[in-house]
């Protein structure tokens, strides 16, 4: 059974499970979609024992990932009514500080990215160019550019976090 077979075969449960997870069936629809697209990426022609279990894996995964943003950027803007009395315009000096410090952190980070993934990550996040525009240039499928696109982010995350 190919991908799109499979995703015949499965959508609506699919979109059923991730619904359940976010809340919101448009949401659910667009984790699916994603986890195909990751699906693409990370199995690059191979065969799976068990494509659906991997794609669940991957939907939740992806749907909890959605839901710890949004819980963030809710504080982000709940902090941010907070403060919107006060008169200071520009940021503090420890501010500049820890933004200089993290866009050093995130270069370093891109700098250890393989040529392609940093490329891609460069392409999508400074010059947002979309994830087809992306694999054209680099000659890959869209599914591979979006696994560099995600690789780079992740590992400049994980660099921000304190991780290797």
Not at 50 to 58: A, C, H, N, T
Not at 75 to 99: I, K
Not at 125 to 139: E, Q, S
Request: proline share 2%; charged share 30%.
């Amino acid at each position: 059974m190919g991908y799109s077979d499979l995703y015949l075969a499965h959508r609506v449960e699919l979109v059923d499970y991730a619904t359940a997870i976010v809340g919101d069936r448009a949401r659910g629809e667009d984790v699916v979609q994603e986890a195909f697209l990751r699906l693409d990426a990370a199995t690059a022609g191979r065969t799976l024992d068990e494509p659906v279990g991997y794609l669940r894996r991957i939907i939740r995964n992806l749907a909890i990932d959605w839901l710890r943003r949004r819980s963030v950027e809710g504080r982000h803007v709940a902090d941010t009514r907070d403060v919107e009395g006060v008169a200071e315009d520009r940021p503090s000096q420890e501010d500049v500080l820890a933004h200089r410090d993290e866009l050093r952190i995130v270069m370093e980070a891109m700098a250890e990215l393989p040529e392609r993934t940093r490329i891609a990550l460069e392409m999508h996040r400074f010059d947002g160019f979309k994830l087809k525009d992306i694999a054209t240039h680099l000659g890959i499928s869209v599914g591979l550019a979006h696994a560099l696109v995600y690789q780079g982010l992740e590992h400049c995350r994980k660099r921000l976090l304190g991780g290797a």
